[in-house]
């Protein structure tokens, strides 16, 4: 039974035969790095968890997630990462993929990063862009695994790190235009911060209370 397992699995890991969808020109199994597919593809988590998942089970699946990272200890993928890579097997639509980021806001913050983490593998850069920034407000509290140990971060700063950074979570990233080239190219607007209008009230509001004080005096 493993032996067959591990034949099927690796079967997305060779490029012969793939006649599946492709992103940027190939297997998206491929956009993860070769000795993290085959750490992942040997995992006992994938073996177990991962790999007769579906769209609707796999949600489900990532709805149990606890923490997020790429590789610990001896070069142990994560259950997150496991979850990335069938992701990326399944190549699911768009749509479904931001169904996930809207769900995983409701309740499942760790839905709503695996989904944050395939949108930076899979989507064009002003689409990246326009799914991920909306995430920036989201400041709820996520665990990471290290090689060492757990970290606390937030769901925020994840986000800025899959926008600003080349490597997280055990994976390269490919390069992503900068948000300030992208709107050069007018493939998307100018970005207004979401606290330029709580900024706007209070310096109105300081603008008033100086004026009172002057008539005061």
Not at 191 to 214: F, I
């Given at each position: 039974m493993a032996q067959t397992h591990r034949a099927d699995a690796s079967h997305m890991l060779d490029t012969r035969g793939y006649l599946g969808p492709l992103i940027r020109g190939q297997n998206p199994a491929h956009l993860l790095e070769k000795a993290v597919r085959e750490r992942i593809v040997d995992a006992q988590y994938f073996k177990e968890q991962c790999f007769a998942l579906n769209a609707a089970s796999l949600c489900d699946r990532a709805a149990e997630l606890t923490f997020v990272g790429g590789t610990y200890g001896q070069q142990r993928p994560t259950p997150f990462l496991c979850l990335a890579f069938k992701l990326l097997q399944l190549n699911p639509s768009r749509e479904i993929i931001l169904a996930y980021l809207q769900q995983g806001g409701e309740t499942f913050k760790y839905l709503?990063?695996?989904?944050?983490?395939?949108?930076?593998?899979?989507?064009e850069p002003a689409e990246i862009y326009r799914a991920l920034e909306p995430l920036l407000t989201d400041y709820r509290k996520i665990k990471r695994r290290t090689?060492?140990?757990?970290?606390?971060?937030?769901?925020?700063?994840?986000?800025?790190?899959?926008?600003?950074?080349?490597?997280?979570?055990?994976?390269?990233?490919?390069?992503?235009?900068?948000?300030?080239?992208?709107e050069d190219l007018e493939l998307l607007e100018e970005?207004?911060?979401?606290?330029?209008?709580?900024?706007?009230?209070?310096?109105?509001?300081?603008?008033?209370?100086?004026?009172?004080?002057?008539?005061?005096?």
């Open positions: 709503r990063v695996l989904a944050a983490f395939y949108v930076r593998l899979t989507f090689r060492s140990g757990f970290t606390l971060t937030y769901v925020d700063q994840f986000v800025d790190e899959l926008l600003t950074r080349d490597r997280v979570c055990a994976t390269s990233l490919w390069k992503l235009p900068t948000r300030a080239q992208l970005r207004v911060s979401p606290l330029a209008g709580e900024l706007e009230e209070e310096e109105e509001g300081g603008e008033g209370g100086e004026v009172v004080g002057s008539e005061a005096m």
